[in-house]
């Protein structure tokens, strides 16, 4: 194999030093993980992937984790796999365009792995280079071709029970659970660079770890099944919430591509460097992080400065999206309004990457605070007027205040996130008055993330952020978590004497 380098925007040399190029080339992705398994010190003895036209030395990999065989077995699966998927397309066998290639890109050997600068460089291209890829592959280096095989059968099977449950049921839910389990054990479902790779191309097909066996993702049977599936059985519903969680924590539960539920799921994988748990998951939100200083490593920042940098700029890029989240623990004093690795995406919420909001404008300071500007409503009018709410409190609330946690524990009984059109009227707004009784009425207001379109026509919902005010005379706000909100009540619209009057306020988070 030959690595060649990019001339200009998209031109590649049919080998290196030669003139003759090709424009835009098809190619396939292959995602893996090695960084943890690098052997170091290495010397020259250690085997490795031989590839020409590199002024890098390809990294060693412990022969435990895989070896150079596995890894050019793998290859040569890959090269035969996107051909076979190509003749598939021609011949009509799937809806996918007929695309040839005879590219793969391999980080590897296409990331320069001495270089900090352009290593950093290409990482930012990352994203681009797995979205506009013809075909993506997950190796799952240390799952074995049988394990893969029987695998999918088992959950492939949930595709084929329907959609009401059954007690002959059982058993393939059981069987479905292990499989799941035993995938998820698979290094690559714990590397944090692999959650990217995953969300960039979902479509991507899993590679056993000798490279014969090649199926579609088997975890995304689970989140279809469970989109479909419906029961009231103890037991079974036991099953579907452990399946659920296994793909939640690998960060495949959304179908609404919403990049929160990966940055979420980032806290359980592992990187070999601190700073990576941001530098491996911003190409999901197609931002780049700009610095004054040390840009000849971006190694040098500490996690923190890279934390609050990224939650800034998706503040100016993208202000609604930046607030979709709950606190799972209590954040430092004066950043409420910071996304970390401690949040997470909001339970039950279906709007992701297309939540637009321009009327919201989130600006960091350097003080730690974040100037908004944006439209507020009073959660005592919201009751008053019985709308419909749904909460999502940050977690670290709960300890603090037990009214409010009896109230959230007795929501969570009437509305479970897997049920979230029932009981909509009713507990929610007794946690809604115990927050009014806890906080004070004046005090607790509505931000909303969504502009109220098509509201005099329809029971459009609008998912809000909780403020609590804390100044007197100033709009000074810290948040509380999230809430969804009805602007109608009981089947009735705005026609039937409902008005918001939204306030546009400019003011502080902190």
């Not at 610095?291 to 940098?309: G, M, R, T, V």
């Not at 690795?341 to 321009?358: E, I, M, Q």
């Not at 946690?431 to 459009?460: C, H, I, N, V």
Request: a neutral charge.
């Amino acid at each position: 194999m030959t690595s060649v380098e990019r001339v200009g925007q998209n031109s590649y040399p049919v080998s290196p030093g030669s003139n003759e190029f090709i424009e835009r080339p098809k190619y396939a992705v292959l995602s893996y993980t090695w960084g943890r398994y690098e052997r170091k010190p290495s010397n020259a003895s250690h085997p490795r992937l031989k590839i020409d036209g590199l002024d890098w030395e390809i990294p060693a990999i412990d022969s435990s984790h895989f070896t150079v065989e596995n890894f050019q077995d793998v290859l040569d699966s890959i090269r035969t796999e996107s051909r076979r998927l190509s003749t598939l397309n021609k011949l009509g066998g799937s809806t996918l365009p007929a695309i040839e290639c005879d590219f793969v890109w391999l980080d590897v050997a296409c990331i320069h792995q001495t270089d900090t600068v352009l290593k950093a460089k290409e990482i930012g291209q990352q994203g681009k280079i797995f979205r506009q890829a013809a075909y993506g592959f997950i190796w799952a280096s240390e799952t074995s071709s049988k394990a893969l095989t029987d695998i999918w059968t088992d959950l492939e099977a949930l595709i084929d029970i329907g959609r009401t449950f059954d007690p002959s049921h059982m058993p393939i839910l059981d069987r479905a659970l292990c499989s799941a389990r035993q995938l998820v054990f698979d290094p690559w479902f714990s590397s944090l660079w692999a959650l990217q790779e995953s969300q960039l191309r979902k479509a991507a097909r899993v590679i056993s770890a000798d490279g014969r066996v090649i199926v579609a993702n088997p975890l995304f049977v689970i989140v279809t099944f469970e989109g479909v599936y419906q029961t009231g059985d103890t037991a079974a519903l036991s099953r579907i919430r452990a399946l659920v969680e296994i793909v939640r924590q690998v960060g495949y539960s959304d179908q609404d591509h919403n990049p929160n539920t990966a940055f979420s799921a980032a806290r359980h994988r592992k990187t070999s460097l601190s700073q990576d748990r941001i530098y491996a998951i911003m190409s999901l939100y197609g931002l780049k992080l700009r610095f004054n200083k040390l840009a000849y490593d971006p190694y040098a920042y500490p996690l923190e400065d890279l934390e609050y940098a990224f939650a800034s700029a998706l503040c100016e890029s993208r202000p609604a999206l930046s607030q979709y989240f709950t606190h799972t623990v209590e954040p430092k004093s004066g950043i409420t309004w910071q996304l970390t690795h401690a949040s997470r995406k909001v339970a039950g919420f279906t709007t992701g990457v297309g939540l637009v909001n321009n009327e919201l404008r989130i600006t960091a300071t350097q003080s730690g605070a974040a100037k908004f500007t944006g439209h507020i409503f009073g959660l005592a009018s919201a009751v008053a007027l019985n709308c419909r709410l749904r909460f999502d409190i940050d977690e670290y609330l709960l300890a603090k205040h037990d009214n409010i946690k009896a109230a959230v524990d007795t929501e969570r009984e009437a509305t479970p996130w897997d049920q979230p059109d029932e009981g909509l009227v009713g507990s929610h707004s007794e946690l809604a008055k115990t927050m009014l009784a806890e906080f004070s009425e004046q005090d607790l207001f509505l931000l909303r993330l969504r502009p109220p379109y098509g509201w005099e026509r329809s029971l459009t919902d609008c998912p809000c952020v909780i403020l609590r005010r804390v100044h007197a005379s100033r709009p000074y706000f810290v948040r509380l978590g999230i809430c969804y909100f009805w602007a109608s009540s009981h089947g009735r619209g705005l026609e039937d004497g409902y008005h918001i009057d939204w306030i546009q306020v400019k003011g502080k988070l902190f």
